[in-house]
């Protein structure tokens, strides 16, 4: 699915066992993205800065980029809220 680079943190396992089989595919799709290039997604600013941010369809992954390891941390995944 992804190389080496990508990391999901221990909570986000809990995000994943609940999204339904759809959300889990768009979800897939949004880590493959985010494994061939990191920076696809947004900067987030305060309180927040340092991480970033991929939305794709109703799906959000935040995430940090941790160049020093050369690793992508997936932090959460969760429904995006609309306005």
């Known amino acids: ?3 080496d680079r990508l990391r ?3 909570r986000v396992q809990e995000d ?3 999204l339904s089989p759809e959300d889990k595919a768009t979800t897939r799709l949004a880590l ?3 494994d061939e290039d990191p920076i696809a997604g947004v900067p987030l ?3 927040f800065q340092g991480l970033w941010s991929y939305q794709i ?3 959000r992954v935040m995430y940090r ?3 020093e390891a050369k690793i ?3 932090l959460k995944i969760e429904k995006a809220r609309t306005a």
Do not use: D, H, Q
Request: no cysteine; proline share 8%.
């Open 8 to 10: 999901l943190a221990e």
């Open 1 to 3: 699915m992804w190389n």
């Open 16 to 18: 994943w066992i609940t």
């Open 65 to 67: 980029i941790a160049p």
């Open 45 to 47: 600013y305060t309180p």
């Open 72 to 74: 992508v941390v997936v």
């Open 57 to 59: 369809g109703t799906m």
């Open 32 to 34: 493959e993205r985010i």
